[in-house]
């Protein structure tokens, strides 16, 4: 839907796909944090190692956070953004008034999910957080509340992407914020990969 294509919407494509590698933990990470004129830019970027697809497919659910309430989610994207969350919080909360936006694809899109809940926890405001390409992260467990921690998200779907519907709903897992869609029309029975490696030809 070209409504929605905007200068804007591929300025944050661009941001998200700015990333930097580093080593955490004896893993590699592609994240980038850019802070200028009270302005936060938290990129992460998709699968681009082999490692990264063992983390994918582990599509068993636990728990978030020890909390009275929990909510489960993807385990893998919860092991990968432990490892970088306390090195990115120290960079992070001492930025007060800045405003934090969120920029991810893929992989990354999964691992902002938790990102965005958690930078909220801390700082009682709702990150600007934009995903392209995203999979399933949290579990249909404590879905109300989820919907509102989670309603700072838009997520652009393009055609008939595939990651976008992994893991699968019957798994027990579920999509939060608002969905744009973008490309071509969606056909309920296909799933593409040629759309998920393909969001700049309709940005």
């Known amino acids: 839907m070209k409504e929605y294509i905007t200068a804007d919407l591929k300025q944050a494509y661009d941001e998200a796909m700015d990333c930097r590698q580093y080593s955490v933990n004896e893993t590699e990470y592609s994240v980038n944090i850019n802070h200028d004129s009270k302005e936060l830019i938290i990129a992460i970027m998709g ?3 082999k490692s990264d ?3 994918n497919f582990m599509f068993f659910k636990v728990p978030y956070k020890n909390m009275k309430s929990k909510f489960r989610v993807h385990a893998g994207f919860r ?3 432990h490892d970088i969350r306390d090195q990115m919080l120290a960079e992070v909360l001492p930025l007060k008034g800045y405003k ?3 920029r991810a694809f ?3 899109s999964g691992i902002a999910y938790l990102m965005h809940e958690d930078l909220l926890y801390h700082t009682s405001v709702q990150p600007d957080t934009v995903l392209f390409g995203t999979p399933r992260a949290f579990s249909v467990w404590n879905h109300k509340v989820l919907e509102g921690r989670l309603s700072g998200i838009t997520r652009y779907e393009n055609g008939d992407d595939i990651v976008c519907h992994i893991p699968f709903a ?3 897992f579920r999509h939060y ?3 744009i869609h973008i490309g ?11 759309d998920h490696t393909h969001y700049e030809d309709n940005l």
Request: charged share 35%; glycine share 10%.
């Open 47 to 49: 699968s681009w190692q």
């Open 53 to 55: 697809w063992f983390y």
């Open 79 to 81: 092991k990968k953004y």
């Open 100 to 102: 934090i936006k969120i």
């Open 106 to 108: 893929s992989q990354g």
């Open 170 to 172: 019957i798994q027990g």
């Open 177 to 179: 914020g608002k969905k």
């Open 184 to 194: 071509r029309e969606r056909r309920w029975w296909k799933l593409s990969i040629k």
